[in-house]
Structures are given as structure tokens and as C-alpha cells.
């Protein structure tokens, strides 16, 4: 129902010693696979890696290699890469527990990132999956749950000869990868969007109890979204100011491009946040403008009728002596009386817009 | 129906590198124009271009030369002046895409700035525009969506010789162009204004249920208005602390005069915000009184009626021995006593102010 | 009906160059008087001035001249003064424009500052004037939108001989002079808040639908006067701050003074805020206690008598075999059994409090 | 009604010049007396002062002279305080006027404290009185608005010998004299606790309309603590921080304690305002809750009558041919059919849970 | 019923001198015990200690001394510990008062802190406890409130020879208590994150008058939770960022760590507050939502009748002269009018969705 985000599962590791390797989180894929692209601007070797012992050697070259993990539950593939490019135990834990909130942090010989990455699917609902990305002085290692194609964008560039990637280091890789993520954020909330008009405008014309739940389940997901993207505007920033040969100078106007797109995807889901405390009122609104007029419909019925129906008593009293009751006419008379009435009552609630 | 600020489109761009030039937004001009203004405190020079390598000469002139472009979406013109005045791939791509948030940025050889300029259509519809200056040297570049008048003031005044804007370098340009589209909110604001009042009256006089989605497009146009002006006395400010050789020290009190107009319209745009918070409050509160109203004069007169449709009841009964049945004067007495009824009913409610 | 401040007539202007000097606001005096007062702690000289050009004369001179403008809509006088005293064009023009929010503002050779000064009309509205003064090395200039006596406490101190102000420079003035306009503040302060406490007990002991209109009324001028004081401790903190020739050190303690009263004044409003905040609940609380109440008693009575009258209902059926019809003294235990159940339900009710 | 926190009466002040001594605020005590506490690690001398002039031999002294003086009606004492401790004339404007925020500000040759002591009457009213603290080289000067007991504890660890406090310094009496009076805020909030907890017990069993009001009085009293509680952190902090002779090192850890103490004060203050915000919340669920309960089970009531006036009614109908009528078992089968009614509509209700 | 967090029972100290060691809180151990391991890589001491002066020996040697006292309440062994341990009054003042809240304060021999720790009870409800914790440069002291299992895990840690925390120093040995007490904390959210997921349904789908007393105690404990958690971050960063020799630089990461989760619990707890507001909004729309279906229900059924009862009467009206009496089929043409009425009503009313 609710996101919880970022806690389930971390119970089992109370107690565990910090750097504990154990994976937490939902095992999303059967197998895992490694993908090895190393290039520089004039050669490319792209190969699918078997033992992690075949990193090694393009870890050395000066080369910019770029291992991309698909599937990070299993510990042993990890552990083995944490020492083949000697990653400290917390990054490894980090890396194995997807309830992580975004963060980047510098342990000076690399750069730790984690982000979160977020699908729609068909059926409307948010699936979000981590990803690691660690830069060092020739590499860069990125561990996603599951085999993606986000990332596709970045190896077509890469394939081609000449392009502004091949002739620039591992940060731009890094910062290339870091775009796309942010890129992929539009869908999900170009999509958000069109839920919110459509939700809106049922809300205005039909509002129905079940909207309330409806609304709260939407209300769960642009939580989500809104503590995913907020830190990421300051997460960018935080790359453009600190000071680390890993990032060159290059990349300045580059971090700063994707922080804007960091910022306005951050503001979308504030504003998405406002718009769901809007729909609330609207909904509460809206249904009370239909509950009220169906209330004034009924209460104006019943208004009109109760005094006729006094009347009908008053004729329906015994006594003895009552006049109106041997009058020929009575009977036609009361009707018309009564018409009147009918007629009377209704031309003065329209008049005064009562229903 | 909301306005989906800042986000629509990019989606076409998702995988693609950055600094791609694809013009994001609607295309708002058939033909693009460009227009040369090439002054200094002796000389003017005005003329429309045809091929952007005319600019090539003026741009190497020590004279200021503003360069006006009508029309962005040919993105092959945007290129070629991109070249001419090698400008960064990051901001032609910025100036294509329409869907900006405000902001300025230093690149060092020259600045980079993005606006909104907003106006209200007759329907009172807002209609907004994208407007990027770049300030270099010995040149200012301005880009609008389509031909507009807000800058024709400034054109005015370079071509009376003498003024001071014939006197002072491309900096001051840039300034007059800024202050003559920061002032142009003005005249945005004061609808605005206009409107709230005329809604205000209306939803405190005859609240109506249409009245809740006439609030919710105005809010959405508030909105609007502030994500486009609270960058505003930022980013102003920003122009007065930043340390560049573009921006001379004499136009220090200029900045903090447009920095006073930018935060007071800002101002403006967090009052209105508030004005529709207070609306939405007043509609629910006024249509609530109205109802409680209807619901009680109703609920008075059914009130009034039953005692005496229940008194009518009790002498339509059969029992045999009922004395007033028999009795000559019961019928008009009862009567009477009705009457003193609804007087005496009518007067403690009227009393008790019930209605 | 709302306040629309900081922002009428400012239309007017777009499109002129900064620093044209047009009068934007009321014209609130017919003719406009300019007063000297020029003194150390020897010498007092007093006196009306006709032609700017008297003024050049006390300006050289070491002694503190104080000129005090009132009316500000002759543009000539404004601008022969400004040259005169070699004031900036925009300096100038925020005299001129009465819309300005409260502001301080270093022009090296003099400070200028911006205020407002608000009175309330017997009526309870608010009046606000728009105060200007400018501290230069030896001359204070003073420019009042209509001829008050704010003023009047700082005349008498200074035609006292041997008063502190005689003794101080015109920095000492300035502070006088704010002083005293921060002081008037109080008054409005205390009007207001009799006015709160007013309306708090009308809503709390009879609500009525109007009161909604008074409500907003209020709300108005709470933020008018917010939007004037809240901006005055931080002007004079900046002034505490300020390195600057013409603020002594001696003044240090009396500026920390007057920051407390403008930070109490700027309290005091940002309470009143949260009365009218919390006044609005309050009406609607009381109009729905009233309401429920009213509706309760309503209910009850109809409550009450559905049964009876179907009581009566039964006897009045006119099946030929019921006994009870029959029965002598049927008529009298019926009325015994209603008046039971009317005792019945009356105290039942009222043991449940529900009315 | 509401409080009327620092502002009343600054009214007749206005005009005066800056410094001008007037009390300010109800006189609370009528005689004025003086209490000298002179000390050191050695000896103890304490005595009741007549004549000011008696505080000047123990203000040369190098002993602590501690002088708390109860009522500060008496312009004239406090006048010539000021003049033989040489006090600026502001302060001791300050002194006078008992409408002035917490506050502490550094005079170099003293520091000079303003804070509120707050009492609960037994009839739950707080009653509040300003106390004013210098510390100088060699004194402590206190204050009050009338004779207290929060100071005995301190007096009574002075009189103590060998205690710390007759080993330290002024600066260690200043802070002892602020402990005890942040101390006795301890009492209030305990109080406001205990009136909070009945509160809410009261709003949940059986609200009434009466609680609005003493919700609006009990809301009155917490705005009141918070604004009091609320700059003592940050005051003590200042202390903490700032570099002056007057406040040795030794004393920081116990500025510290001090400051923890006066976080978590007004950290209570502000979850009192929580809790009373919670309490409206709370008051208008609870009588909506109430109010809806009643309505639904008169409703149901009315609805359950209302078929059956109507079978009543169709067998009072007088038409010639209505088979029932004559039919003998008509009148006892028609109860029976009533009665099956009632049974069955109440167990449709109870069922779904209408009442 | 509400916490009363941080105050209860500091009243009697009030007047005390400031370290006056008094134990302020409920005593819930009976007998205090003293643990002490004594470590280093090699060597291994653990055992209970009966009189303080056992410490003495294992405070000088260079060993990691660990002490853990569980039962605060006895204050001669504070007392004594404090002289053994050289403790400022005002920390062993703050070790016996339990009413803290957390802290973290530098007393250059040692550093102290002060933490919570919760628990959740089968039954739901929360109970904590305060730890404090002492580094120095040989040792840590930490004080429990009664003997807890959260400190086992790092007892298993330290027997396990050749492990990290055997080769660390005091400081990683305080950082593994501070990382254990956080990672508690994660049981706790844990736990109230399925009660808000139970709530949420219950509130739904039958929300009932007692659910507004279960939210009021369920929001307790959620603020009592923020403000055990909200310091904690802020404690960790100090500590990251305080220079002392007490904590070594390859500390640095393992505090990055705690930090992190510190954050996300705190997160946690911020999101918990906002789900209860969303309850309390919940539960008044959803019991609004059904109340509004009752009576929407009853107040359809009351209109269906009224009309058929105002038929019924006029049949029952005693006129002389009314044809449809006499007429043989009158009767049974009425009922099928009436139950014609009732269907067309009903087809009305379902079609409008009224009921």
C-alpha cells in the first residue's frame, strides 16, 4: 500500500558488525551478468565477463573500462570486485542494500553514487530499482538490480568512433550514465502528469468515495518520487564543488546542465505534491457540492409537501361542526388550493436559486 | 488545463548526448528575422539580416552590436550563430528548448541568460514566452519565440542620440532589455489583481459550484506566474555579486533598481497565491453559509408544520367518545389555536435569530 | 478592497528609461512646502524656503540642515532638489514613486531610505504615506507625501538648547527621524489590536454571515501593515552593519534601540496574522456551533412529534372491528400516553445533552 | 482576553526622545527596596540599602556586590542607579519599561539581560514579570517587578561559605540568578502539562461549545510562554559566544547546562502549541463525532415513523370500497405488519451500523 | 496518555545548585551492576565489578577499558565513578536525569553523550531508555537505565579475537555502541509502519468514533519518536566534524555510515508524522463519506414516503362532495399510483446516483 522505503528487510543486519555483506532487498534478477567497455578515443573492446579476475587487467590500462553489473544479490561477484579494485566494505554494503536514499559520497581514490532509477508500468504503478556508480581514476563500475536499457543511449555513443565520449575520460562516462538516469525521470513524471489531469477532472465531475483511496495510493507514489528526486539537485551540486582529480574541470558546464534538469525534475515532484493536496480539498469540495445538492434537492421535496399533507389533515378531522366540509365545491377548491401552494413554494425556491 | 511548465517534450530527447540541438516547445513564427542594431555614442547602424555571417563584422567591432532573432525553431540558424560567436553547445541547446526554468549563467567569455516574458490574451489567458540573452564583449544576443513590442522602447532610445544607453557598453543593453521585460510583468500583475477582486466579489456574493474549477485554472495561472518570477530577485542579485569583466561597476545601481522591481513583483506573485488559498477558503465558507441558510429556513417551516399536522391528526380520529369532536365552536377555536401557533413558533425563531 | 500595494501605476512607466522622474500615486496635497531647519549646538535657524537654490547656501555650511519636503508630485522641485544635492536619477525616481517597499539603500555619499508611516482614520482604515530621507555628510533631506506631525516630537527636542540632538551630526537626526516614524507605528498596533479583540467577541457570541466580509477586510489591512514592518529590522540591522562615514559610532546604541522596537512592531504584526488566521477558524467554529445547535433543536421537536402523529394516525384508521375506538375512556389515556412519550423523550434527550 | 505582550502603553511615549525614563507597565509593588549581598570567598555582608549612594563603597570593592531591587516604579532610584553604576540612559529606559522581549546585550563595561519570570496563579492564570540583570566587573544588579522567592535558593548558596558559588566571580552569580529563573519555568510547563492532558480528556468525553472559548484562552497563554521561551537558546548561545572580559571560560560548560535547559523549555513551549493546534483539531472532530451521532439516530428514528404514518394514513383513507376495512383481523394484523416493520428496519440499521 | 518528554520531575530540583546530582526519572532496575571489558588485540578481560575502584587499574592501562553500568538510580557509584573517571558535576548531573534529550558535548579529556533508546512492547507501546555514553582516551563508560541486549552483539564482537573492533581504538569501540543503538531504532520504525498500514485500512473501510482517541495516542508516539531521532544526524555530523584527538580520522567512513542511517530513521520518523496527518485526514473524510451515505439513504427514504403520505390524507379529508370516494375501483387504482410513485422515485434517484 504505503512505499517503505528505504527500511524493509534492514532488521536482519541489527546487531551485524558495519560492512556486514549481505544483499537486502527484493532479488529481482535469476542471474548475473558483467559487461566490460574499455575504449579510448581510438580503440573499443566490448566483451561479457565471466570471473571478476578478467577486470583486472583492463583496470590497470589507462584506458577508460567501464564494468557495468546486472544483478547485485549475489555477495560473492561483489566481494570479488570490491577487492579486485579495492572498494572499502561499507561502499560493498552500500551497494547490496537497495533501501539506500541517493548520496554520493568521495573516498578519494573513487567517487560513490547512488541513485535510484524509476519505471511506470503499464498499469500505472512505480517500480524503482537502485543504482551504484563508482568512478575512479580509469574506471567506472555501475551495479544495477536488473538488466535495464537505460544506459543503451550511452554504449551506442560510446560504439561511435569520434564522439565527444570517446575523446574525454571516465567522468564524462560517469556524468553521461548520471544524465540518463535524470533524463529517464521525465517519462515517469510526463506520465504522473497525465494521471493527475485525468484524476482531477474525474474528481471534479464524478467524485466518488473510492477516489479517496485512489488518492492516497497516488499520494504514496509522488511521496516516493519527491525523496527520490529532492536530493538530487544538492547531490549534483555537491560534484561541482568538491575538489577531486577525478573530476576534471571540463566537466563544470556539463554538472551544471544536469543539474538544472536535476532541479526541474525536483520541483515537478513538489509540484505534483501540491497538486495532491489540491486534489483532496477538491475532492472533499466536490463531493460535498453534490452531497449538498442532492440534500437541497430532498429537503426542497419534502418542504413542499408538508404543509399540504397539514391540509389534508385539517379535512380529515372530525368534528362535527365544520363548514368547508358540506361546501359543494370544497373538494375542487383545495386542489386548486393546493396547486397554488405547489406552484407558489416552487416558483420561490427557483427564484432564490434553492434547487 | 494545468499548465505542465517546464517538462513537456523532453521526452523526445531522452538518450540522446547532451548539447543535442532539437528545438523542444511549440513553434510559435513561421519565418525567423534577425535584426542588426550596431551603435555607439556617435554612430547607429540598423539593419535586417539575411545570412548570419553578416554579423561576423560587427561582432569584431568595438561598437555594441545587438543581434535580435525572431523565431528559434530553425535550428540551423541557432548553429550557425552558435559558431559565429562560439557559443557553448550547452546553450544553444538551452536557447532551443522552450521549456526552461529562469536562470543565468557565467561562461566566462560571455553570460547566458533565460527568461519567461508573459502576457494576458483578452480571454485572460496567459500566454508566456521564452527569451534568451547571451551578453558578450562587444555584442548582446537576444532570442525570442516570436516578434514581440517589449523591447521596442529599448530601440527607441538607442536611436535618440545622446540618451545614455548610446553612452554606456553592451553591459547597460542587456540591463535595459532585462528591465524592460522584468517591468512588462507589470502590467500581468495588475489583471491579475483586476480578477481577483471581480472572483472575490462573486464567490462572497453568489457562490456557485462552477466557481471551483474557475478557482483551480486562476491557480494554476498563479502558479505559473510564480515558478516564472521567484527566480527573478536571484538571479538579479546573483548579476550584482558575480566578479566579470562583462558587467562594469557603474551598473551596480541599475541592477539594484531592476533587483527592487523583480522582488517586489516576485512579492506579488506569493501575495496572489495567498489571494487564492484565501478564495478557496472564502468559496467553501461562503457556499457553506448559503446552504446552512437554505437548509434552515426549510428545516423551520417542516419544524413549524409537524406540531400542527400532528394536532390535525389527533381530531381525525375515530374514537367514539371525543368531546370537542361534538363541541359547536371547536373547529374555529383549533383553528385559532393553530394560527397562535405559527405566530408564536415564528416569533421565538425570529427571536432566536434561526432565521 | 484589497490593498494593492507596491504595484498601481507603475504601468505607466514601461517602456521609459530608468530614472525618468514621473509621480506614480495619489496626489495628496495641493501645494508643495519645503521647511529648513539648519542648527548646531550654538546656532538654530528655521525657516520656509521658496526656490531650492536657498537650500545650496546651508548645504556647505558644517552645521545640520535639515530640509523637509511635503508633497512630492512637483517633479520640477524633486529634480532641482536632486541636483542640488547631486542625488542619483534613481534615487529621484523611487521618491517620486509612492509604491515602494521599505528600503535602505548605500549611495556612498549619502544613504537613502524608504519607509511608510500608516495612520488609522477614525473610520479604522488605514491611511499609509510613503516617507523618504535621504542622511548626506551634513544635511538630512526628509520628503513626506502630505504635511503630518510625526515630525513635530524631533522639532521641539531640536529648538531646545542643549539637548543631545543639538550636540550630535545628522546621522543622530536620521535616527530622530526614524525613530520617531517606528514609534508611530505603536499607535496603529494598538488600534488594531482593540479592533481584534472586538471582533474576537462578536464571533465567538453571535456569528453572523457578514462577518466573513469584515473578516477579509481586516486580513487585508494585518497584511498591508505586515508587509510595511516586516523589512524594518532588517534595514536598521543593516544600518548597524553598514561601514560607512556618515553613520557615526555613538550611534550604535541608539540603532540597536530602534531595531528592538522594529523588531517588536514587526512581532506584533506577524501576531496579528495569526489571529485573523485563527479568527477565521474561530467564525467558522461559532456559525457551525450555532448552526448544529439550531439544527439540533429542529430535530428534536420533528423527532418528537413523528411518533405522535403516527399515534393519531392509528386512531384515525377506519377499520370497522377496533376495540379500542370503542372504548370510553380511550380518548383520555391517549392524550395521557402521548404527553408520556413527549416527557419521555424530552428527558431522555435532555439527559443525553443533545439539546 | 488575549495577551497583549510587550506593546501596551509605549503609546504615551511616543514623541519623547530616545532615552526619556517613564515606567512603563502596571505597578505591581508599592515601596521599593534594596537588598545588598557583598561577598567573596571569606566574608559576607548583607544588608537592606536605604540611599543609593551606599552601593558606590561596595561597587569599588573587588568583592561580588550583588544589588536586587524589588519595584521599578520609582523612576528616581533607578535614575541615580544609573548614574552610580553608570548605566547608559537606554538601558535603564529598558529597565522601566516591563513590555520589552528577552534580550541581552553587551554595553563593554556591562552586559545587560532582560528576561521574563513566569507564575502560575492557582486559578491557572500566568502572571509574568520582567527581571532585568547587569553584569558588571564587580556587581550584579537585578531587577524585579516586586519581591520574589526565586532568587532564595541563590541567596541561600551565597550564604553558605565554601560553597562555589562564593569562589567564583560576578559572571557565576549572573549565571546562577539565569539558571534559577529558567529553572522556575519548569513549574509552568508542568502545570500547562497537566492542564493540557484534562483538556483533551474533556474535548474527547464531552465536548462542548463553551471549550472553544478556553481553548482560545489556554492558546492565548501558550502564545504568550512561546514567545517568552522562545529567544532564551539563542540568548544564552550569544553568551556562550561572545568575547568579553566579563564572562571568564570557566564558566562555559555551565553556560552550556544552562542552554540545554532553555532548549528543551522552549522546545515544550513549542509542542504546547502543537498540542493546542491538536486540541482544535481535536475539539471540532469530537463535536462533529457527537453531533453527527445525534443526527444519525433522530434521522433514523424519523425514518422508521414515517412508513408507518403512511399505512396509517392509507387505512384512515374514507373510500367506499377498501376491503380491509371490513375484514375482522384487520386491525390486529395491520399492528403486527408495523411492528415486523420497526423490528426489521432496526435490525437493517443496527446491521449496517447506522446507530 | 501524551509523552511528557524531557520534563517530568526536573521540578524538584528547582533552587538546587546546577550539578547537584539527584536521579530524576523512574527507577526501573533494582540492583546496579558494573561490567568491564578490557581489551586489546591480544588480550582479553571481562568481568563484574563490585566497588568502583576496580576501574582504577584498567583506566591507566593502555588497554581499550570498556564499563558498562546498568541502573543509574544509585548515586554514590556515579559519584564515585565520576571522581575515578575525573567527570565534570554537570555530566553526572545529566547521566541520573533521564528527561534528556540527546546530546553529544566536548569536554576535551572525553566526550559525552547522551542518547535514546526505544522499545516496543508486544502490546505497541513504546518505552525508552537513556544511554549515556563516555569516551576518553582509554576507555568508554556507558550508563544504561536496566540491562538491555542491545550491546550484546558488540560483546560478541570484541570476543572474537582478530576482528576490527580488536584492533580499534575507544573511539570505534563508542562509534559500535552509538551504531547498534541506531540500528535498533530500525525494529521500532519497522513495528510502527505495519500499525500505520493497519490503521490505514481500518480508517478506510470502517472508520468508528474510537479511532480518534487511537490516533491521538499513535501520534504521541510518533512525535515522541521525531524527537528522540530529529537531533541524531546533527549529533553524528558534529561528531564527524569536531577536532579532538579523542577521534581518529580513519573513524571518518564508519561515522559517514551511522549518519547515513541516523538520516534515513529520522527521515522515517519525519514521514511518519506526515502519515498521521494524513490519517486524521483520512478518518474525518472517510467517517464524513459514510455518514454522508446514511443520511443520504434516509433522507431518500423520508422523501419517498411524504408524498404518498400527503396522498393518503387527502383521501382521508371528510368532504361530502368527493367523487373519487364513491368510485369501485378508487382503491386499488390509488395503491398502483402509489407504488407507481415509489418505482419512478427510485428510477429517479438510482439514475441521479443519490443512493
Redesign the interface.
Known amino acids: ?2 512505499k ?1 522505503t ?3 528487510s ?2 536482519k ?7 556486514t555483506l549481505i544483499h537486502v532487498g527484493e532479488q529481482k534478477e535469476i542471474s548475473v551478468s558483467i559487461n566490460l567497455i574499455d575504449y579510448d578515443a581510438e580503440n573499443l573492446l566490448e566483451k561479457e565477463i565471466r570471473s571478476v579476475e578478467e577486470c583486472i587487467e583492463s583496470r590497470d590500462r589507462p584506458t577508460v573500462s567501464w564494468i557495468n553489473i546486472n544483478g547485485i544479490h549475489d555477495v560473492n561477484t561483489i566481494e570479488s570486485l570490491g577487492k579486485c579494485f579495492d572498494l ?1 566494505s ?1 561502499v560493498l ?1 552500500d551497494i547490496l542494500n537497495t533501501e ?2 541517493p ?1 554520493i ?1 568521495d ?1 578519494r581514490d573513487y567517487i560513490f553514487c547512488v541513485l535510484k532509477m524509476i519505471q511506470i508500468a503499464p498499469d500505472g504503478k512505480l517500480h524503482s530499482e537502485q543504482v551504484s556508480i563508482i568512478l575512479g581514476k580509469t574506471f567506472v563500475l555501475s551495479f544495477q538490480e536488473r538488466e535495464g536499457d537505460v544506459f ?2 550511452v554504449r551506442q ?1 560510446i560504439r561511435k568512433k569520434g ?3 570517446r575523446r574525454m575520460g571516465p567522468d564524462y562516462l560517469a556524468y ?1 550514465l548520471l ?2 538516469i535524470v ?2 525521470y ?2 515517469v ?2 506520465r504522473m ?1 497525465e494521471r ?2 485525468a484524476m ?2 474525474e474528481l ?1 465531475l ?1 467524485p466518488e ?1 473510492e477516489d ?2 485512489k488518492l ?1 495510493l497516488f ?1 504514496g507514489d509522488v ?1 516516493f518520487l519527491r ?1 527520490v528526486t529532492t536530493p538530487l539537485p544538492t547531490l549534483v551540486s555537491w560534484l561541482q564543488r568538491i575538489e577531486t582529480p577525478l573530476v576534471t574541470e571540463d566537466l563544470g ?2 554538472l ?3 543539474h ?1 534538469h536535476a ?2 525534475i525536483s ?2 515532484a513538489e ?1 505534483f505534491r ?2 495532491v493536496y ?1 486534489m ?8 460535498n ?1 453534490r ?6 434537492v ?6 413542499i ?6 391540509i ?20 375542487p377548491v ?1 386542489w386548486a388550493v393546493m396547486i397554488g401552494i405547489v406552484v407558489g413554494m416552487s416558483f420561490y425556491f427557483k427564484k ?3 434547487f
Do not use: C
Not at 280 to 287: A, E, K, P, T
Not at 298 to 303: F, S
Not at 305 to 310: A, N, R, S, V
Open positions: 500500500m504505503r517503505k528505504f527500511r524493509r534492514q532488521k543486519k541489527i546487531g551485524a558488525p558495519p560492512g572499502h561499507l554494503e539506500h536514499r548520496k559520497e573516498y543503451d543511449g555513443r564522439g565527444r565520449i553521461a544524465d540518463s533524463d529517464s521525465y517519462t513524471i510526463e502528469d493527475i489531469e482531477e477532472d471534479l464524478k468515495p479517496l483511496e492516497r499520494q511521496n525523496r558546464f556539463f551544471r546542465d544536469v538544472d532541479a526541474s520541483d515537478s509540484n501540491e497538486n489540491g483532496f480539498d477538491l475532492y472533499v469540495s466536490s463531493l457540492n452531497m449538498n445538492e442532492v440534500m437541497k430532498l429537503t426542497v421535496i419534502a418542504t409537501f408538508i404543509p399540504l399533507t397539514f389534508a389533515g385539517v379535512y380529515g378531522m372530525n368534528f362535527k361542526y365544520m363548514p368547508e366540509l358540506e361546501w359543494r365545491w370544497s373538494y383545495l432564490k436559486k434553492w
